[in-house]
C-alpha cells in the first residue's frame, strides 16, 4: 500500500488543521494506521492511532483533546484532525499504516510497528 499524507500548513497558534492520509494499491480497511511526528533535532514521536474499523483510538498525552484521528475506509483516508495548535507542535507529521491488527498501546506507539510510511507533511504553527 501506498501513502500520501497532505493538509499541512503554516498556522497561527490556537488554530486548527485537518491532515490527511490517502492510501492507494491495497484497500486501507485492512490496516491499523498512526500518526507520528519528527522536529528539527528531535526523534520521531507517536501522535494518534486508529485500529483498521475505527473503533479504537489512542492519543500521546501531548495531543489528548485537542487532536482527534479518525478514518473513512471507503475513501481510503485516514484524518488527523488538529484543534488549538502549540507552536511545540510543529513537525513533519507522518501516518503509518500496519496490517497485523494488533492494535494494542504498548504496540501502536512504537514506529517499527508500522511497515508503510507516507512522505510527510510539514506542520508549522507560529506563536
Known amino acids: 500500500v501506498q501513502l500520501q499524507a497532505s493538509g499541512g500548513g503554516l498556522v497561527q497558534a490556537g488554530g486548527s488543521l485537518r491532515l490527511s492520509c490517502t492510501a492507494s494499491g491495497r484497500t486501507f480497511s485492512g490496516y491499523d494506521v498512526g500518526w507520528f511526528r519528527q522536529a528539527p533535532g528531535k526523534e520521531r514521536e507517536f501522535v494518534a492511532a486508529?485500529?483498521?474499523?475505527?473503533?479504537?483510538?489512542y492519543y500521546a498525552d501531548s495531543v489528548k483533546g485537542r487532536f482527534t484521528i479518525s478514518r473513512d475506509n471507503a475513501k481510503n483516508t485516514v484524518y488527523l484532525q488538529m484543534n488549538s495548535l502549540k507552536p511545540e507542535d510543529t513537525a513533519v507529521y507522518y501516518c503509518?499504516?500496519?496490517?497485523?491488527?494488533?492494535?494494542?498501546?504498548?504496540?501502536?506507539?512504537?514506529?517499527?510497528?508500522?511497515?508503510?510510511w507516507g512522505q510527510g507533511t510539514q506542520v508549522t504553527v507560529s506563536s
Open positions: 503509518a499504516a500496519d496490517p497485523r491488527r494488533t492494535f494494542t498501546p504498548s504496540l501502536v506507539v512504537r514506529s517499527a510497528q508500522y511497515g508503510y
Open positions: 486508529i485500529n483498521w474499523n475505527g473503533g479504537r483510538v
